[in-house]
């Protein structure tokens, strides 16, 4: 075990392997309810597509405040052994009870005497995100902590993208063989072992201002946080409609043959499931053999942008193309590699502009560039709702991951700094 005065390590290696593993596995916990939680509402609860949205939005809310004040809480007190472990241990837990809820909802709601499946749902939704914040910013600067800049950094958030895509993965592809419920338990127990387990094994370093300063970015630009984060919302506002409303798309393109109601119910859930399977697994390839070799060539914004802009052209090529089952497969495929880099290049971007004192807050400073357009995607459901052109959804996506793309040529990338992968300008001394 390392000792809790030992500086981080200046190299990938076990612990940090270790280390990772909580965040993978809250990570996961948020695709396994992704690629469940629509279809269920849909499906099993007979929700409309605006509802769906309402029910999706509760989550964001939550999530706003939790990884705010987690991580303001999990940098300044020491607390069972370390900063960011008791907010894991119980977030993680909470999360995974959560998920075991989720497709039992009519259930529970018989033996509370509620009937509003509505209120359940967005309680169920909150409640979730509520706990996977709490626990997600402090797991997330944990991997940060066990790590210096540069390379062992980019092989921290590499490892945790890479395991915590398998798993995602898995959970999509197990949704298209296996009954729901089913999927979504052996999930939930997969996220406590994984989150749980692994602490057993990692002390945090209690000196978390002990890692070399860069002298080339002490000068910092106040706006260059700032900068990644808007880059990084405006394309998880597309991604995350993406996630939510394909099943609205997958109904009106790719499973015409079926004729009524509940065949078209379950065989567009076999479909996006699968999809989102081959996109996750295409990310956790992608990450550690592709996306790091080049982040290191090239840079990590340079490349981050080129990979958002390739996820774009996938995306209007589904709205324009994908007509079919396998042509939806092929092109959510190589919507993958950007996905893959949306979970692993900006976490690590963001991480090296950040003070090692105050790393979980701006954990959830950063998070905020996801919460926001998670709430403000519920608009496109809206939009989706009164139109059969259901391609409008991925058009929206495709334009929000353009967008993305050039706002990230706007983030500065420090000369020098590519063969370490190091891609900062300068520490943003705005929220430093």
Known sequence: MQDTHTRPTGRFNALTALGAMPAAALSFAAWLQVSAVSWLLSARYQLELHEIGLVWAAGPLAAIAAQLLAGRWSDRHWRAGGRRRPFILAGGALAALTLLLL????????????????????????????????ALGPARALVADLTQDGAPRT???????????????????????????AV???????????AVLPLLFVREPQNLSAAPVDEAASHAQPGQLWRICLAHGVAWLGVQAMLVYTIAFAQRYTVPLYDTPESIATQSAHVIALAFGLM?????????????????????????????????AACFAIAFKARSPHMLYALMAVAGIGWGAMLSLPLAIFS?????????????????????????????GFALGG???????????????????????????????RGAGVVTEATATGLN
């Open 184 to 194: 979504m338990t052996a999930g939930a127990l997969a996220v406590f072992a994984f």
């Open 352 to 380: 090296e502009q950040a003070a090692r004192s105050r790393m979980a807050y701006l954990m959830g400073v950063f998070n905020l560039s996801i919460v926001v357009p998670q709430l403000m995607a519920v608009g496109v």
């Open 103 to 134: 497709p039992r909802l009519d259930t529970l709601g018989a033996l509370l005497g509620v009937g509003n499946l509505l209120v359940l749902a967005a309680i169920a939704a909150f409640t979730f995100e509520l706990a996977l914040n709490a």
């Open 280 to 312: 996750n697994v295409a990310g956790c390839v992608a990450t550690p053999l592709l996306l790091a070799p080049l982040a290191t060539r090239f840079g990590r914004v340079r490349t981050h942008a080129a990979c958002m802009a390739l996820m774009a």
């Open 387 to 417: 139109t059969s052109e259901k391609k409008l959804l991925f058009v929206v996506c495709g334009s929000c991951l353009a967008v993305s793309a050039l706002l990230w040529l706007r983030v500065g990338e420090r000369r020098g700094a």
């Open 155 to 181: 092989g921290g958030f590499a490892w945790m993208q890479a395991l915590a895509g398998c798993l995602g993965a898995l959970a999509y592809l197990a949704g298209s063989w296996f009954e729901i419920g």
